[in-house]
Nanobody, 127 residues
């Protein structure tokens, strides 16, 4: 069992930056791949980024955030991060972190392939 808690959300002006954190407790965090998803009212949960387990050597990003967002992890702190730069109004959503023990190439972009989820943190970008 893994418990995930997101933090770092808030309101920021367009063009600004935020860093989201995902604190994990329970089983060894390093053995889980981690993903970030986001959701707006009336829409399905959308893939944002993912990072592989252990060293985090592999990562994947949605086209909409490539070059602006960076996913990372610090296994010593049992924490994952999502650095978000050049934010725009379309980035406004509730952001969720997720974790799963399966290999990185197994459905990394699909919510159904993640077993554990945080409660979400709101990110609002004002124009």
């Amino acid at each position: 069992q893994v418990q995930l808690v997101e933090s770092g959300g808030g309101t920021v002006q367009a063009g600004g930056s935020l860093r989201l954190s995902c604190a994990a407790s329970g089983r060894t965090f390093s053995s889980y791949r981690m993903g970030w998803f986001r959701q707006t009212p009336g829409k399905e949960r959308e893939f944002v980024a993912a990072i592989s387990w252990w060293s985090g050597a592999d990562s994947s990003y949605a086209d909409s955030v490539k070059g602006r967002f960076t996913i990372s992890r610090d296994n010593a702190k049992n924490t994952g991060y999502l650095q978000m730069n050049s934010l725009n109004a379309e980035d406004t959503a509730v952001y969720y972190c997720a974790a799963d023990p399966t290999p990185f190439d197994h459905g990394v972009e699909y919510p159904n392939y993640y077993r554990y989820w945080g409660q979400g943190t709101q990110v609002t970008v004002s124009s």
